[in-house]
């Protein structure tokens, strides 16, 4: 078997099978008012850590003060705190804590955190926590919701966006949009399926059979390609835990209720019976071709 083999097959899984996130959450109203004001975390606020704050109503905006990283999606559990993490550049030295703002929502939510403030470069970390019972007021799937985040400061300068006005006594760097998946169903939920990073948490269907015995052919012991690099990338890729049963899209049915994993599998157990059972590859002494027509 070539070493292209595994190569070949998962570059055919990124290029035909490769999903994205859900659109918008349909319908007219947002998941459970897409988590603001919510009963979770300490004492009423959404915050598990730092100070809480009253929210900032139109802040002004301070360009001096930036996001240089972030989370681009974050995945939120009923009951759990998700982690708002954003790495921070002030040339004023003046952030002091960090901030959230929901679609449909002219608040920023927002929590001082303690030892920012004189930093040129920092992190900002805050936990949101989700109501335990969220979901019960939502439809049971995995919802997309389009965040805000921000670096606050304090205002150094008066009027910090040069519009001739004094400026409130906290403003905030420019937004980092990032992606919050609310998950209200399991899974085997086709709006989760969708969502490539829950593909880490999810094993969305079980190695077809037709990999099974691929391995059996070619990587097993005493096979001709075992314990080679080519073994290790097909195990990581199409092992019984492979990354390629971690994508939705590779697992759901079509109309004639095939699936893209399955045919991921006949490929390789097509090249296998060519490239694997040959005399000059037979390592066991054994017939292949028979052995490999019983499964």
């Known amino acids: 078997?070539?070493?292209?083999?595994?190569?070949?097959?998962?570059?055919?899984?990124?290029?035909?099978?490769?999903?994205?996130?859900?659109?918008?959450?349909?319908?007219?109203?947002?998941?459970?008012?897409?988590?603001?004001?919510?009963?979770?975390?300490?004492?009423?606020?959404?915050?598990?850590?730092?100070?809480?704050?009253?929210?900032?109503?139109?802040?002004?905006?301070?360009?001096?003060?930036?996001?240089?990283?972030?989370?681009?999606?974050?995945?939120?559990?009923?009951?759990?705190?998700?982690?708002?993490?954003?790495?921070?550049?002030?040339?004023?030295?003046?952030?002091?804590?960090?901030?959230?703002?929901?679609?449909?929502?002219?608040?920023?939510?927002?929590?001082?955190?303690?030892?920012?403030?004189?930093?040129?470069?920092?992190?900002?970390?805050?936990?949101?926590?989700?109501?335990?019972?969220?979901?019960?007021?939502?439809?049971?799937?995995?919802?997309?919701?389009?965040?805000?985040?921000?670096?606050?400061?304090?205002?150094?300068?008066?009027?910090?966006?040069g519009d001739g006005t004094q400026d409130g006594d906290f403003v905030v760097s420019p937004a980092e949009n990032v992606t919050v998946v609310l998950r209200c169903s399991s899974c085997d939920s086709p709006s989760c399926r969708e969502i490539d990073e829950l593909a880490g948490e999810c094993q969305f269907c079980n190695q077809p059979p037709a990999c099974q015995e691929v391995f059996d052919m070619c990587f097993d012991e005493g096979r001709p390609k075992f314990d080679t690099d080519e073994a290790e990338d097909f195990e990581r890729f199409f092992g019984p835990d492979g990354l390629a049963w971690r994508s939705g899209t590779v697992c759901i049915p079509d109309e004639d209720g095939n699936t893209a994993a399955e045919q991921l599998c006949q490929n390789a157990l097509d090249d296998a019976l060519v490239e694997c059972i040959d005399e000059d590859t037979d390592t066991d002494g054994e017939t292949d071709g028979a052995a490999t027509s019983g499964g």
């Not at 292209?4 to 899984?13: D, Q, T």
């Not at 705190?81 to 927002?110: C, M, R």
């Not at 929590?111 to 049971?140: H, K, M, S, W």
Request: hydrophobic share 35%.
């Open 1 to 161: 078997m070539r070493r292209g083999f595994v190569v070949y097959v998962v570059g055919g899984l990124a290029a035909g099978v490769g999903c994205g996130l859900l659109t918008p959450y349909p319908g007219d109203g947002d998941p459970a008012e897409i988590l603001a004001g919510q009963d979770g975390g300490t004492n009423g606020s959404p915050f598990n850590t730092g100070d809480p704050q009253e929210p900032l109503l139109d802040p002004a905006t301070d360009s001096s003060v930036s996001i240089i990283s972030n989370e681009d999606v974050i995945i939120a559990n009923p009951g759990e705190a998700f982690t708002v993490d954003l790495e921070f550049q002030a040339d004023n030295n003046n952030v002091v804590g960090g901030g959230i703002q929901f679609p449909g929502s002219d608040e920023i939510q927002w929590t001082f955190i303690d030892g920012l403030e004189g930093e040129n470069r920092g992190r900002i970390q805050f936990g949101y926590v989700v109501d335990a019972n969220i979901c019960d007021q939502v439809p049971p799937l995995c919802h997309k919701i389009e965040t805000q985040q921000f670096a606050v400061a304090r205002n150094v300068t008066g009027d910090v966006d």
